[in-house]
């Protein structure tokens, strides 16, 4: 009898859940027993596959003292005894704000594509293929730290740093450990130590839809329904529409093959209906939380897994850890489908949970807005988005972005600087969470170019002071600018807004808290206009002028306003 590895590696005492479930590797373990010396109430096991699994669930005692114990496999032969560590668990324990929220900007980076640090990763570098490794790593984002701080985000989401047989980090081969080529789980909890130093948070992107085809789990999986389909020749490939989750006309097979339907022929599809998956996974999110000391999950493939059983999984780590974000990968380009999954989820929740979801509508409709090839009423592409924001329960609770690893960069089919920071200023300034893709701020251009998304995830800079990505940058100094203005103003992070129908094809709304007021004002046309300040008296009484936050300059609201062709001016009103 050998026994391989425990899962998960150590547990926390103290916790709300007082069951454990141990996953145990080995070989010739099919007909063991388990005894250990943590105090527990009750232990049962079920035994796996072909002799290699032992599935040992114990009822905890409360109040375990931290320290190591005993797990003892006994056979008819021999008895292998391992010690197992209970530890207290962190100070997450009490939060009670939700973690990323509307005073947050999320900056969204692949780690294999943003820097590196050190050679230890030099010999992984394929560059000339965009689909394979690149040698970016963990030690590459801390040193960028500081740059990221003075640029002004608050959130940093990577993609999974888990071990894992592709470079984009979704084909998992190990929950429980850090992909090797980016570096170890201590250089991870420094990261996220560090980055709370400077004021950033981190947000974790975990996938319970799908694990690698190089998953040891594929060969010999733990029970014969861990996973969804047939690990054969037969494969069900999604039909990746998840509109089918909630289409009250959808049949019965549509909605099993999106659910059940395997990613890829390379992504097998986890069962998480199954209770010991859906335990599995649960208990490796709180092992992270307790480990790393992360601030939020990006969810990916949300909708691909069991609806339920997400909500459920969120529940028991919303009892554990009040206010912990969960944002959820919603990919359906319609305002009411997501408004839907908000308000389906909130019906579920507990009080205490973060449920974000991620507007791709709003991506849809402001590259319209500027696309050159969009509808003859572009200018109104925005404004009719939020003309439907009566449909969410909570619109705020909403990610916006112009563009992520998933999708064309913005400037490679929109080339142009001035529309560029114009539609960052609308990404920036409406009521919902922003999200920046990494290497927006240097005019970062990729479009696939029929290389796939890895052309999408190009790389980013090495040793770069951060006085150096700022020197002669004119669109990082904007984002810094507005990015750290935006910190200070409650009426962007919290305040009501107020929008009207667009005028010469310039869309006005305010944004307001208490006696902070800011205007906005965005001409995307190709031409001047002049803006008749009277159309928004019932919002400007008591101001006639404002100051731009980005150039600084006080501009007279008492009549005519002319701006030019893709201009824009994100105003702090003054009183009179």
Request: contains cysteine.
């Given at each position: ?18 069951n ?31 002799g290699k699994?032992?599935?040992v ?21 021999e008895?292998?005894?391992?010690p197992y ?33 050190g ?18 790593n ?5 040193t960028?730290?500081?740059?990221l ?16 047989s ?11 450990d ?9 250089d ?6 560090l ?6 948070k ?9 694990c690698?085809?190089?998953?040891p789990?594929?060969?010999n999986?733990?029970l ?5 389909g047939?690990?054969?020749k ?6 990746y529409?998840?509109?089918?989750i909630f289409?009250?006309y ?23 209906t ?11 999110t ?30 028991i ?5 009040p ?7 919603t ?14 989820a909130?019906?579920?929740l ?9 507007d ?23 404004y ?8 969410y ?11 992520n690893?998933d ?5 490679s ?16 300034t ?22 796939g ?6 790389d ?7 006085s150096d ?10 984002l ?14 919290r305040?009501?807004?107020k ?52 150039t ?6 008492g ?7 893709n201009?824009?001016f ?7």
């Open positions: 009898m050998r026994i391989f590895r425990i899962e998960p590696s150590c547990w926390f005492n103290n916790l709300n859940e007082n454990l479930q141990l996953l145990i590797y080995g070989e010739g373990v099919d007909c063991a027993n388990v005894q250990t010396t943590i105090p527990h109430d009750l232990i049962s096991i079920v035994r796996g596959l072909e699994y032992l599935i669930n114990l009822s905890l005692h409360n109040h375990i003292k931290e320290g190591l114990y005993d797990i003892t496999v006994v056979s008819a032969a008895k292998v005894d391992i560590e209970i530890r207290s668990r962190n100070s997450l324990n009490g939060q009670r704000k939700p973690a990323i929220t509307n005073e947050d900007v999320v900056y969204m980076l692949m780690p294999d594509r943003f820097a590196k640090e050679t230890a990763s030099q010999n992984l570098q394929t560059q000339n293929d965009p689909n394979k490794r690149h040698g970016g963990i030690r590459g984002i801390i960028n730290l500081p740059y701080r003075d640029l002004g985000i608050t959130a940093l989401w990577l993609t999974p740093v888990f071990k894992n592709e470079y984009h980090g979704y084909s998992i081969t190990d929950f429980y850090v992909e090797p080529c980016l570096g170890t789980l201590e991870y909890k420094t990261l996220v130590r980055a709370h130093e400077n004021g950033i981190i947000v974790m992107d975990v996938v319970f839809n799908h690698s085809i190089e998953h789990w594929v060969k999986p733990p014969s329904d861990w996973f969804n047939q690990n054969g037969k494969i069900r490939i999604t039909n529409l998840v509109t089918t289409d009250p959808a049949s019965q097979v549509d909605r099993d093959n999106t659910v059940k339907g395997w990613f890829t022929e390379k992504m097998p599809d986890l069962n998480i199954n209770e010991f998956v859906f335990r599995y996974l649960t208990q490796m709180i092992w992270w939380i307790e480990t790393a000391g992360i601030d939020a999950i990006r969810m990916d493939t949300y909708l691909y897994s069991d609806f339920d059983r997400m909500i459920e999984w969120q529940n780590v919303s009892k554990e850890y206010g912990f974000s969960v944002i959820a990968e990919w359906v380009p319609e305002a009411a489908y997501t408004a839907k999954i908000q308000n389906e909130y019906k579920k507990c009080e205490n949970a973060s449920f974000i979801v991620m791709f509508a709003f991506q849809k409709r402001i590259e319209a807005c500027y696309d050159r090839t969009a509808p003859y009423d572009k200018e109104a592409q925005i009719n988005h939020f003309l439907y924001d009566y449909l329960s909570e619109p705020e609770n909403a990610l916006v972005f112009l563009d690893h999708l064309p960069r913005w400037f089919h929109i080339k142009n600087k001035s529309k560029l920071k114009q539609a960052l200023v609308v990404l920036l409406v009521p919902r969470i922003p999200q920046i893709y990494y290497g927006t701020e240097f005019l970062f251009s990729s479009d696939g170019n029929g290389k998304d890895g052309n999408y995830r190009v980013a800079f090495d040793a770069m002071s951060v990505k700022f020197a002669g940058n004119d669109m990082a100094r904007f810094r600018t507005v990015l750290n203005w935006r910190k200070t103003s409650q009426a962007i992070s305040g009501s807004m929008h009207f129908i667009p005028q010469n094809g310039v869309y006005v709304y305010f944004r307001t808290c208490e006696e902070e007021k800011v205007m906005v004002l965005v001409n995307n046309t190709s031409k001047a206009s002049i803006v008749d300040t009277s159309l928004y008296q019932e919002e400007l009484q008591g101001y006639k002028s404002g100051t731009d936050v980005i600084k300059r006080e501009i007279s609201l009549g005519l306003l002319p701006l030019q062709k201009e824009v994100v105003l702090e009103l003054i009183r009179d």
